[in-house]
């Protein structure tokens, strides 16, 4: 099982960037997807979930209406659509595969590698 997260980067506050979490040697709608993500020095807090099919989406206070999650099951690949920027999203993006999606509480089953994103202001 692998899953590979991509799209970080460098943007200016109220701009947008669209992670990728690509999955590999597993079908990824066998399995919700959930993004987290640590800041310098915090703990890694999550951030949204997309269970399987029907999708039906999860989204922690601090993003909710700023970042969409979907997922293109043809290509095996959730997207976080992240608009409206702020500094305080500056953190490393993971994603991982999860059982079910259960907001804060949703316990991941595998882990893909960060991929950072930085918010200048």
């Known amino acids: 099982v692998q899953l590979q997260a991509s799209g970080g980067g460098l943007v200016q506050a109220g701009g947008s960037l669209r992670l990728s979490c690509a999955a590999s040697?597993?079908?990824?709608?066998?399995?919700?997807i959930a993004w987290f993500r640590q800041a310098p020095g915090k703990e890694r807090e999550w951030v949204s979930c997309?269970?399987?099919?029907?999708?039906?989406?999860e989204y922690a206070d601090s993003v909710k209406g700023r970042f969409t999650i979907s997922r293109r099951n043809a290509k095996n690949t959730v997207y976080l659509q992240m608009d409206s920027l702020k500094s305080e999203d500056t953190a490393v993006y993971y994603c991982?595969?999860?059982?079910?999606?259960?907001?804060?509480?949703?316990?991941?089953?595998?882990w893909g590698q960060g991929t950072l994103v930085t918010v200048s202001s």
């Open positions: 991982a595969a999860t059982a079910g999606c259960a907001g804060s509480n949703t316990v991941p089953v595998y």
């Open positions: 997309i269970s399987g099919s029907p999708a039906s989406t």
């Open positions: 040697r597993f079908a990824l709608d066998y399995y919700a």
